[in-house]
């Protein structure tokens, strides 16, 4: 679902993002979400929270790489 209707920014993406470990300041930097109406900022910040809580800070690495497989991206 679109959560930031301005820059169309997705709940997926949001997300995505939060689940590496970004903050709710570094994806407004990176996506534009809620720096043109504001309306979305409380959703999106509710997302954000939701995704750090549910999930700790992501390794940025492949469990897989160790025994030669490559990691391909969806």
């Known amino acids: 679902m679109i959560v930031c ?3 169309r920014v997705s709940d997926r993406e949001i997300a ?3 689940h590496v470990g970004m ?3 570094d994806i ?3 996506l534009g ?3 043109c109406c504001g309306r979305c900022e409380g959703c999106a ?3 954000v929270a939701q995704c750090n809580a549910s999930r700790p800070v992501a390794a940025l690495h492949d469990a897989g790489a160790a025994d030669g497989r490559a990691w ?3």
Do not use: K, M, P, Y
Request: with cysteine; net charge negative.
């Open 23 to 25: 903050s709710f300041d």
């Open 33 to 35: 979400v809620a720096t």
């Open 16 to 18: 995505r993002h939060a």
């Open 28 to 30: 407004q930097l990176e």
């Open 45 to 47: 910040r509710d997302l």
């Open 5 to 7: 209707v301005c820059n």
């Open 72 to 74: 391909a991206h969806a």
